[in-house]
């Protein structure tokens, strides 16, 4: 005859043991018997099992809660956890409230989970009564909860208050600042992102990685580039995923072929696993940078592929002008049975705008809404308009850009009207051409709009209504960006201005000193 105790830790194994609903079950079942239906530890240890995303059952976890007479702390936050992991947000914050009405006060693992939660309900106001239970009951200067106050706070685009916590923190760790750095990027303000960076005073993974994010996330590559190259410089850190991964985006993006080498060599030479995220990547940086075959090589390794992958190998084949073969992987994507996204559709509608084929743009557009359920967006649409309006059916491009709904942004709408614009000029239809820039104009206040038409007046020979377009431009102070383009010699990556006069070979920006050759930067 078992004892008591001994029952007890029998009850406790079998409960650790569980792999599946069933098993778990039979577990609660002997607990119940066993005397052990209102442990606390068991009752945790079960309710944690239901909240696995993967093997648990958060409905059975929720039944079980209900009949609960008096539970714990500890309980409460394993259900506020559960229902956070398994995206039922709204109910972990009822569970919050109940432990409130009854009496219970908040500690420090359940308020983090709380303010989480806040975040990505996009609740500010909840949040922020929080934030008072933090204040009242002392916890906000807790390295825990303050960092997750940050975390919110940044989360809400809210970068004073997220700066007010932190400043009120006595010991600050490196997530405390790492949670700066990427919230001062997300919203673009990615100089005092860097401030935040430089005055850290020790400099983890995770803050050097948030700093390159930070630049990449920008489009502002060259700096991403240099932080790497610094940072591989003059730490031992070794860069992990997330690091791989934005400097392969600066790559793609600059057209650094040599750096993107560099690092699917020194990847192969440490031998760790690739995961899909970073194999496709690499697979972006090929197609961007002109290695079609070195791309098709790594998508055909791959044994698992997830939609991003397979977007990433169309979009490439897009951009070679291989429309047929985009549309085929496509089809080979279905058959694999690998849903689709809108950015999949976008790169379809790409691939069939770059090899002029209509009838099968318009075919993918009656799939993605009728088949797949997607509404179009703005990109979609800008997408088709330059498909139709660049084969020469501008009337129906037009309808296409009357069926933008009326909820989206100028700056959306007037992407599908640049098209327009633009393919009217190319093709001298003078009309609708005026149309689309008076309609361009009336959205935002960009000077493509003047310039193509100023150029299509132009080259009709109508030099006074050239000018006009011009002297309004002039008017208006809408100032035309200078032209910039750059290239790759010896590894280094040169800008050239239109209209600045500089000496071969020298670059003007400071970041735009870094050199892209990877090899001679670590001897490899």
Not at 33 to 49: M, Q
Not at 381 to 387: D, E, K, M
Not at 470 to 479: L, P
């Amino acid at each position: 005859m078992l004892s008591g105790s001994s029952r007890s830790s029998r009850i406790l194994h079998l409960l650790e043991k569980c792999k599946s609903m069933p098993q778990l079950k039979q577990a609660h079942a002997q607990t119940v018997a066993c005397g052990l239906a209102h442990n606390s530890f068991a009752l945790s240890r079960i309710l944690d099992f239901c909240a696995d995303p993967h093997h648990g059952s958060i409905t059975h976890a929720y039944k079980l809660f209900q009949h609960i007479p008096d539970p714990t702390i500890c309980i409460c936050n394993t259900m506020i956890k559960a229902f956070s992991l398994r995206n039922q947000l709204k109910n972990s914050v009822l569970v919050y409230s109940n432990m409130l009405q009854n009496g219970m006060y908040p500690d420090n693992y359940t308020l983090p989970y709380l303010l989480k939660v806040c975040a990505r309900l996009q609740t500010c106001c909840v949040g922020e009564s929080v934030h008072g239970h933090c204040l009242k009951l002392g916890f906000v200067f807790d390295i825990f909860v303050g960092n997750s106050l940050i975390l919110m706070y940044c989360g809400f685009n809210k970068l004073k208050d997220a700066r007010y916590v932190f400043d009120e923190i006595p010991r600050l760790s490196a997530v405390s600042w790492t949670v700066m750095i990427s919230g001062y990027a997300k919203v673009g303000d990615v100089n005092t992102a860097r401030l935040f960076f430089d005055v850290a005073p020790v400099k983890d993974r995770g803050i050097w990685g948030a700093i390159i994010s930070g630049y990449v996330q920008n489009n502002r590559f060259k700096e991403g580039l240099y932080m790497f190259r610094l940072m591989m410089q003059s730490t031992d850190i070794e860069p992990d995923e997330a690091i791989f991964v934005s400097i392969l985006c600066s790559c793609a993006n600059l057209g650094a072929l040599d750096t993107g080498i560099w690092i699917h060599t020194y990847l192969d030479r440490l031998g760790l696993p690739l995961s899909v995220r970073l194999v496709t990547s690499m697979i972006d940086m090929y197609c961007k940078c002109g290695d079609f075959e070195c791309a098709k090589k790594l998508f055909d390794g791959l044994s698992q592929r997830d939609t991003t992958c397979w977007n990433a190998m169309i979009s490439g084949m897009a951009i070679h002008g291989d429309g047929e073969g985009a549309l085929k992987l496509f089809s080979e994507m279905e058959d694999a049975g690998v849903k689709p996204d809108d950015i999949t559709f976008i790169t379809l509608f790409s691939s069939c705008s770059y090899s002029g084929m209509v009838s099968e743009g318009l075919r993918i557009l009656d799939r993605m809404c009728n088949v797949y359920s997607i509404q179009p967006k703005s990109e979609h649409y800008g997408c088709l308009v330059n498909l139709l309006s660049t084969t020469g059916h501008f009337e129906e491009a037009k309808e296409i850009i009357l069926r933008i709904p009326d909820s989206s942004f100028a700056s959306e709408e007037a992407v599908a009207w640049r098209a327009l614009l633009r393919a009217c000029c190319d093709h001298g239809q003078m009309q609708l051409a005026e149309a689309a820039a008076e309609r361009l104009m009336q959205l935002q206040s960009h000077s493509g709009a003047y310039t193509l038409l100023a150029n299509l007046y132009a080259a009709a020979g109508k030099h006074d209504d050239a000018e006009r377009v011009r002297n309004v431009m002039k008017s208006k102070r809408v100032d035309k960006a200078p032209g910039c383009s750059s290239v790759s010699i010896n590894g280094m990556v040169h800008d050239f201005i239109s209209g600045k006069k500089t000496q071969f070979g020298i670059v003007h920006d400071c970041y735009a000193l870094c050199s892209l050759n990877m090899m001679s930067f670590f001897g490899a």
